[in-house]
């Protein structure tokens, strides 16, 4: 079983940075990958990348280089999005969602973090 | 790969069968092809992986089914909580990709 936790909702100002942070638990942290989801507003799902969680190595989607960083500590098995230089385009909401170990389908959703960019 | 989902919208009574369409731009092997359900407020969830494996949990109103490039989603007899919106997915290679969305309303 298991669960993804996300960190709240986050007010920022064009130009700040945000870490949106996603706890894990209930199963080995490090044993399935970890998916980044974004949904802006009345939107459609958008794959932003995945982190390796046994090796740290993060794949990016295209669009999401640059300001966009996924990072881990895995002492407390929570996995990190930090975007800089926000933009008001970046304005969605945004989701953890593990990988499945045997089919790579995303099996467990956090319940999402609501960023919001405005001036 | 992009996916396109047809109908945009769907609009049917509780009890009636929903078909819904996933067409993908280039071949999607069986294993790489999943369903989710969202609805209003939420995080999506995993109905269906591997094309027609239903994910742990999920009814067994939902089959999914297809093969190559053209896959289909149908709930037999809809339910008032099967109203939301329908997403497939290409995963197990970067780029994972989601179709647009398949609204599901109540008529």
């Known amino acids: 079983q298991g669960q993804l936790l996300q960190t709240g909702s986050e007010l920022k100002k064009p130009g700040a940075s945000v870490q949106v942070s996603c706890k894990a638990s209930?199963?080995?942290?490090?044993?399935?990958?970890m998916n980044w989801v974004r949904q802006a507003p009345g939107q459609g799902l958008e794959w932003m990348g995945w982190?390796?969680?046994?090796?740290?190595?993060?794949t990016y989607a295209q669009g999401f280089t640059g300001r966009f960083v996924f990072s881990l500590d895995t002492s407390v098995s929570t996995a990190n999005l930090q975007i800089t230089s926000l933009e008001t385009e970046d304005t969605a909401i945004y989701y953890c969602?593990?990988?499945?170990?045997?089919?790579?389908?995303?099996?467990?959703w956090g319940q999402g973090t609501l960023v919001t960019v405005s001036a | 790969t992009v996916l396109t989902q047809s109908p945009g919208t769907l609009s049917l009574s509780p009890g009636e069968r929903a078909t819904l369409f996933c067409w993908a731009s280039?071949?999607?092997?069986?294993?790489?092809l999943g369903w989710y359900q969202q609805k209003p407020g939420q995080a999506p969830r995993l109905l269906i992986y591997?094309?027609?494996s239903r994910a742990a949990g999920v009814p067994d109103r939902f089959r999914g089914s297809g093969s190559g490039t053209d896959f289909t989603l149908t709930i037999s007899s809809l339910e008032p909580e099967d109203f939301a919106t329908y997403y497939c997915?290409?995963?197990?290679?970067?780029?994972?990709?989601f179709g647009q969305g398949t609204r599901l309303e109540i008529k």
């Open positions: 969602a593990r990988k499945n170990l045997l089919s790579d389908a995303f099996d467990m």
């Open positions: 209930g199963y080995p942290f490090n044993t399935h990958g």
């Open positions: 982190i390796n969680t046994n090796t740290g190595d993060p």
């Open positions: 280039q071949s999607v092997p069986n294993m790489f």
């Open positions: 591997a094309t027609s």
């Open positions: 997915q290409r995963y197990g290679t970067s780029p994972v990709t």
